[in-house]
């Protein structure tokens, strides 16, 4: 059953997709408990993505520095400057521009994970530069939204969720696969713990594709016309990006499964983790957080499209 879930992942996924949106056009009041149940959710994602991860060897992958500098250059540099000119046709409308640029200047730090696994990506080197992602774009985001929109915007910027959401998505996920990993290796009865777990791959997806759409495609729909606007943006930002990691992978050298991961890393944003932040600002940006989930609902239907498209294109 694993197996013919894992070699139709691609369509269950876009049934998940689906699903969620029925779900949630249907029963609007699903959304505010759904909306609870993404983190933990997406937690428990990371954890069989983790698992599936030897963490013995992520020491040798943060000495990757070509890997590292390649990333952090796609991420860092390259796609602010796409973003900052994508933005220009939405800087009109501040709240817009705003949702726009939080979203799409971080880097993603979860599932970008996941797919890029599935795309036959490097995620053990996705995983060790996680922290550099993390920290870089809490340092980063301030300098370039004071750039593209501003002081007055960095100054109601908290940066306390990018804390919290490192703990929980990234260091507790990290931290019980280890132990798993831990408890196979000197358990025997526990030895076949790690590949049972990582069978949970496909369903955890399949959950946290739905659960995402269901609760956030009520709130869409409803501003529909207001960040209609913002969907041509992440639709460019990703037939942009996406060549443009590639290149970067290939001017760098890498092997196929770096590249993979490069190109990954430079679609997927940090939509998730972004989204409270942009929820504590002042009442005069409230459409920017539907902009971040109008985002997220691009992207997801974007990677479901790239775990098919990325391998083809990257040999």
Known sequence: MAERMERHQVALYVVALALGAAVGLLVPAVAAPLEAAITPVLGLLLYTTFVGVPLTGLSSALRDVRFLATLALVDFVAIPVLVFLLS???????????????VLLTPCVDYVIVFAGLAGGAKDRLLAATPLLMLGQMLLLPLYLWWMAGPELVGAVD??????????????????????????????????????????????????????????????????????????????????????????????????????????????????????????????????????????????????????????AIR
């Open 159 to 312: 940066l306390a969720p990018f804390v919290e959401a490192f703990v929980l998505l990234i260091v507790t996920p990290l931290v019980a696969a280890a132990a798993t990993q831990v408890l196979a290796a000197r358990v025997p009865a526990a030895r076949a713990l790690p590949g049972a777990v990582s069978t949970s791959m496909v369903p955890l997806m399949m959950a946290t594709l739905a659960i995402v759409v269901a609760s956030q495609i009520a709130g869409i729909g409803a501003a529909a016309m207001t960040v209609l606007a913002a969907v041509p943006v992440f639709v460019m930002f990703v037939l942009i990006a996406l060549p443009l990691g590639a290149v970067a992978g290939r001017l760098a050298r890498l092997e196929v499964p770096a590249r993979r991961a490069v190109a990954f890393s430079g679609v997927t944003r940090n939509s998730l983790v972004v989204l409270p932040l942009v929820l504590a600002l002042p009442d005069r940006f409230d459409p920017a957080p539907l902009v971040v989930v109008t985002q997220t609902l691009v992207e997801l239907v974007a990677m479901v499209v790239l775990v098919r498209l990325v391998p083809r």
């Open 88 to 102: 220009r046709l939405v800087a009109a409308d501040e709240a817009l521009l705003v949702g726009v640029l939080f």
